[in-house]
């Protein structure tokens, strides 16, 4: 949608790597992107252990696309943006979550700006719920920043911990032998205020949180472009 309404490009060549993430993530970009009339001029599948994309960046060139979609990762994503660039298609690559990392703007180089890259809910820095987890985080001194996910998955735990404490309290502060059963069904009714805003979750187990970010590279690093709710 944000390619279509927002970026304006109309003519997209699809690319995956073949894996499940990357190939349903373009499946799915390939149909909402038709849908909105979206033309897609060319489809390629690369070789995920591969470094060299050459023929797939001629193919592009050649396809007259404004855009570029990828399915995969940064590994794969960043040496293809930059041959991309280096064919002539001087036009953004745009992909998912699996390409939002610092290494992927250490890949692609300077042919990486303008790239596009989409992400569950609204970068962590930027929300006053995540202010205490972000400077704790700083003040640990981890080697790894927290990225996409830091916030998340320090959510996700203290989801599994509020499941498991709401079991112990149904059963006189002990664990039930069947506990691991009892704690799945507890955590449909997990609900909180966490670092990344409200955890609960809906009747088929997802998050009610449907906030997606879009992040371009711009000044060696992932600049917001927009935030908001999806809808579909």
Do not use: C
């Amino acid at each position: 949608q944000y390619v279509y309404n927002d970026a304006k490009k109309k003519k997209v060549f699809v690319i995956d790597d073949k894996k499940t993430y990357g190939a349903g993530l373009a499946a799915t970009f390939t149909e909402e992107f038709k849908k909105l009339g979206g033309q897609v001029v060319g489809t390629e599948h690369i070789n995920p252990e591969s470094k060299d994309f050459s023929a797939v960046a001629t193919k592009v060139k050649n396809s007259g696309a404004d855009v570029v979609y990828y399915g995969g990762e940064y590994p794969q994503a960043g040496p293809l943006s930059k041959q991309i660039k280096e064919a002539g298609a001087k036009i953004p690559l745009v992909g998912g979550d699996g390409i939002y990392s610092a290494d992927f703007i250490k890949l692609s180089g300077a042919s990486g700006v303008g790239d596009l890259a989409t992400s569950v809910g609204a970068p962590v820095e930027t929300l006053p719920s995540a202010k205490e987890f972000v400077a704790n985080y700083k003040a640990e001194g981890y080697k790894e920043a927290f990225e996409a996910y830091g916030g998340y998955s320090y959510d996700s735990a203290w989801a599994i911990i509020e499941a498991v404490k709401k079991v112990v309290e149904d059963n006189d502060g002990k664990l039930p032998d069947d506990a691991r059963s009892k704690v799945v069904d507890a955590m449909q009714n997990v609900s909180f205020d966490g670092v990344t805003g409200k955890v609960s979750f809906d009747e088929f187990g997802d998050a009610t949180n449907k906030q997606l970010t879009v992040y371009t590279v711009k000044g060696g690093d992932w600049a917001t472009v927009k935030s908001g709710t999806f809808t579909g």
